[in-house]
């Protein structure tokens, strides 16, 4: 396994959430409809909980060489 490979694919990915989560906090913020803004509000919570996910294998990978 190419550990600079999958710390590079790990960091792209959690930059990827963090443009969903960026989108869908906004799109809560600025929708007019209740359900709509629940909606997104929960996207873009999931995307944040993603991101952190990923972190955490960030460094796992980053301090040991493997996934946690």
């Known amino acids: 396994m190419d550990i600079n490979r999958l710390l590079t694919a790990l960091k792209d990915t959690m930059e990827a959430e ?10 809560a913020k600025t929708t007019g409809d209740a ?5 997104f509000a929960r996207m873009a919570q999931e995307e944040l909980d993603h991101f952190h996910a990923l972190k955490t294998q960030y ?7 493997k996934f946690d």
């Open 18 to 27: 963090m443009t969903g989560h960026q989108f869908y906090f906004l799109a």
């Open 35 to 39: 359900q709509g803004k629940a909606t």
């Open 59 to 65: 460094i796992a990978v980053l301090e040991n060489g």
